[in-house]
T-cell receptor, first 116, second 111 residues
Framework: AQKVTQAQTEISVVEKEDVTLDCVYE???????LFWYKQPPSGELVFLIR??????QNEISGRYSWNFQKSTSSFNFTITASQVVDSAVYFC?????????????FGIGTKLQVIP | GAGVSQSPSNKVTEKGKDVELRCDPI?????LYWYRQSLGQGLEFLIY????????KSGLPSDRFSAERTGGSVSTLTIQRTQQEDSAVYLC?????????FGPGTRLLVL
C-alpha cells in the first residue's frame, strides 16, 4: 500500500530563517509521481510542484527548492529566507496508477508558522 | 482560464437534513475527485470520476454519501440524513493527467 509520512506536524520559524519540510513515502511501484501542495489560511490547496519517479534532479523555484532522493524515499521541501506569507499547511502527496487513473495519497500535512 | 469552482462556499444544516454540494471542474479535465478534510486533518479520498467510466466509490464512508457527474462535467456530492460527524470541508479536484487542481471547498457544518 502506498503511504506518505510527514513527521513534522507543526513548525515555527522566525522570518528569514530557512526551513525544510520532510516527506517520506512508501510505494511498490516503479512509476509514480510526487507532489507538494500549499494550503494557506484561506483554505484552497495550491499546487506547487510535481516530480515523476524517473527524475531525481532537484528543483529550485525562487525561494523554494525540492530534494528528491529515491534511495531514502524522500521528497523534502525547503523554503529559503521564509516570509510571513509562507505560513500555511503544506501537504506532500504520492500518485500511482491504479486501474487507469491516478490514485493520490496525501500526508497529514505540516503546519508552518513564520513569525515576523 | 477558470479554475475549479465549488458551491456553496459554506453550508449550515440541521442534523438529519440532506445536502448537495456542487463542483465545476476545469474545462477539458476528464478526471474529478472529491475529498473530505476534517478540522486540522489531512485529505480523505471519497470518490473519483474518469470520463464515462464507472466511478471509484471506495472512499465513501457510508451509504448516506453519493455522487454524480453529469455530462462528464459538473459533479454533485449528496449527503443524506446528515450527522454532526459529517461536518468538514469538502474539496473537489480535477485533472487532465497527473496533477490535481483543487477548488476552494465547501465548509459544511451540521448542527
Amino acid at each position: 500500500a502506498q503511504k506518505v509520512t510527514q513527521a513534522q506536524t507543526e513548525i515555527s520559524v522566525v522570518e528569514k530563517e530557512d526551513v525544510t519540510l520532510d516527506c517520506v513515502y512508501e510505494t511498490r511501484d516503479t512509476t509514480y509521481y510526487l507532489f507538494w501542495y500549499k494550503q494557506p489560511p484561506s483554505g484552497e490547496l495550491v499546487f506547487l510542484i510535481r516530480r515523476n519517479s524517473f527524475d531525481e534532479q532537484n528543483e529550485i523555484s525562487g525561494r523554494y527548492s525540492w530534494n528528491f532522493q529515491k534511495s531514502t524515499s524522500s521528497f523534502n521541501f525547503t523554503i529559503t529566507a521564509s516570509q510571513v506569507v509562507d505560513s500555511a499547511v503544506y501537504f506532500c502527496a504520492l500518485s500511482e496508477s491504479r486501474r487507469g487513473y491516478q490514485k493520490v495519497t496525501f500526508g497529514i500535512g505540516t503546519k508552518l508558522q513564520v513569525i515576523p | 482560464g477558470a479554475g475549479v469552482s465549488q458551491s456553496p462556499s459554506n453550508k449550515v444544516t440541521e442534523k438529519g437534513k440532506d445536502v448537495e454540494l456542487r463542483c465545476d471542474p476545469i474545462s477539458g479535465h476528464t478526471a474529478l475527485y472529491w475529498y473530505r478534510q476534517s478540522l486540522g486533518q489531512g485529505l480523505e479520498f471519497l470518490i473519483y470520476f474518469q470520463g464515462n467510466s464507472a466511478p471509484d466509490k471506495s472512499g465513501l464512508p457510508s451509504d448516506r454519501f453519493s455522487a454524480e457527474r453529469t455530462g462528464g462535467s459538473v459533479s454533485t456530492l449528496t449527503i443524506q440524513r446528515t450527522q454532526q460527524e459529517d461536518s468538514a470541508v469538502y474539496l473537489c479536484a480535477s485533472s487532465s493527467q497527473t496533477t490535481q487542481y483543487f477548488g476552494p471547498g465547501t465548509r459544511l457544518l451540521v448542527l
